[in-house]
């Protein structure tokens, strides 16, 4: 599919989404249910504020979505009591799906969110954001309810404060424009139209999420973006221009992490489709180093990007949504 | 309807307050995330005008002083009451709006003043609905602008000069404090006192001393105005500003100070004991000392027997909070003045923190909503009216 058509087709601003009733009338004539999902870790002071908001806007007042979801990975902050309060449901990761075990990591959340939620389609947004607005789930469910060939809609952020001229760059954070850009431009040069591949909010059909693998780490919207452009192609993603989002900065040094988690699921999955057959089997640690009373010293880091198979593959998954297959 | 059967609702109206408490949150926050500093507030006024659209209102519109609106259509509508909750705050766009909710606690700049007064006015349409209410009256609900401050209750003066149709009774809007009553408004005098030092100043002279001691000097001279214990009066002194550095005579500084009484009159004496004072000053110093009333309100308001307010104590009584009666400078003395029987409640209990950050706890809020409920159907039944 050639980019230009597709920026042009399937991207979109969240404000064409206004007509919320029009939006619910064409979600209950398809018969959809939707679901939202918080990921959350310690994060007491902002989940109060997004489960209102999503509560009051999206099901109280329109009822477009259908259930409002926090899955836990262990918070020892007041999370889960401050997210019940406000009338979300709870989980910890650790209950869902005990025979499988636990694992750490944001992915291992939204794989087991899978298997507990019940919508057609599942939206996943952050915890950490600090403007929020029902537009975080409106914007990216809406492309799928109104497009029926679209299955999988990215969040990008772009507005800028103030811009003098008529042409500004326009893209993503630190590790999207030095590691993950530069690759999918040499790898899958289609993926470098969507504009913030690393956006944590993303809304998708149950069809995709079900047949798709979940590293658990930094490496799953990396992972993500290529299995399903590699099964469904270009055509399959729409992206939705959320104007601003207001979060937490990362340092760094957390950065470096995050790309080497990034790293390891890219060159796993370019090992796989046969684009690098040469990959070696990769390190796990990632040194830093810093200086301590004028002496350097490295700082090791263990990252391992494990993934979850496709949850088609969980036969307690299968039994309860696909019992006759 | 009689009083009685509307204190056998409260329970009733409280419990529909809680069912909504998503709504009121949500809106809470919205509308506290948007910046609306006095003179400033058309974004937010904005938001309120879509939200009271999206219930159905009909008029809702804003005015060419700002303030936002939404008629609520009676069944007769015979009569007018208003609702009203000013718009505006103190904070600057500049400020981080955020809000926080925490366990059972809201946070943020202006939450309680006004966020959640306005967040009530928008909510209520839908809590009118869900509780299969409609009163005989039109309610009017305003959003006003210009409230405070330099503000002077500016919008709400404007709509009370313009408005054509008689206004039966009003109940004006704050977050904090539950069990809040005001029915009168207290004498009040705002002034800002500008000290200048002229470039061709002659620091050479006996006593030259720049902005701030002559700020200071005057600052003396009005502390030492006798006051009266009785009718009960008070001078607070709420800013000063002044100079840029350590070791730079400041050319200019400013005190922004209130006078309160209960009498108009002491109002007016002190007001001329201070221009005297500041006009000695002035002449001592050289400097350019400008003396500058930004509001000014009269006492005045209902009896404690008006059968408004003795229905809104019956009602707090009723849900356990103990009235607290204090006079208003606010949006009620513009009411007072236009002899519309009014009183002030406040909506739930809270507390300011470093930085004028607000905290409001949110279950005594649905009592608050209760206790509102409760007086405007009383007023709609013609209960509150003096015979």
Redesign the interface.
Known sequence: MNIDHWLQNNTFHYSSFWDFRHLVEAKKEQGLTISLCIPTLNEENTIGKEIVIFKSELMSRYPLLDEIAVIDSGSTDNTREVAASYGADVYLASDILPEVGQKRGKGENLWKAIYQLKGDIIVYVDADIKNIHPRFAYGLVAPLIYRPEIKYVKAFYDRPLAFSQGIRPSGGGRVTEILVRPLFSLFFPELTAIVQPLSGEYAVRREVLEAIPFPIGYGVETSHLIDVYSKWGLGAFGQTDLDQRVHRNQATRDLGKMSFGILQTFLNRAKALNLMPQVPDLNSVLRQFQVKDGQFEHIEHHIVEEERPPMLDIPAYREKFHPNS | MKFKDIKAQLADYRAAAEG?R??L???T??IG?IPAPTFYEDQRIRFIQDRLS?CGLQNCSADEMGNGFGILNGSTGERNLLLVAHADTVFSEKVDH???????RIMGPGVGDNSLGCATLVSLPILLERLGIQLKSNLILMADARSLGRGNLEGLRFFLNNHKEPIAGAVCMEGVKLGRLSYSSIGMLRAEVNVRVPEMYDWTRFGASGAVITLNDVINKINRIPLPKRPKTSIVLGSIEGGNSFNNIATHSVLRFEIRSESAEVVHDILAEIRDRITQVELESSADVAFDVVSRREPGGIDFRHPLVRHARDILKALNVEPRVAPSTSELAELIRHQIPAVTLGLSNGRKHAEQIEEVDIDPLFDGIAQLLGLLVAMDEGLCDEH
């Not at chain 2, 955020?98 to 059972?104: D, F, G, V, Y």
């Open positions: 909504m998503d709504i949150l949500a809106n926050v919205m995330e999206e955020t809000i926080s909710l925490l366990a059972n």
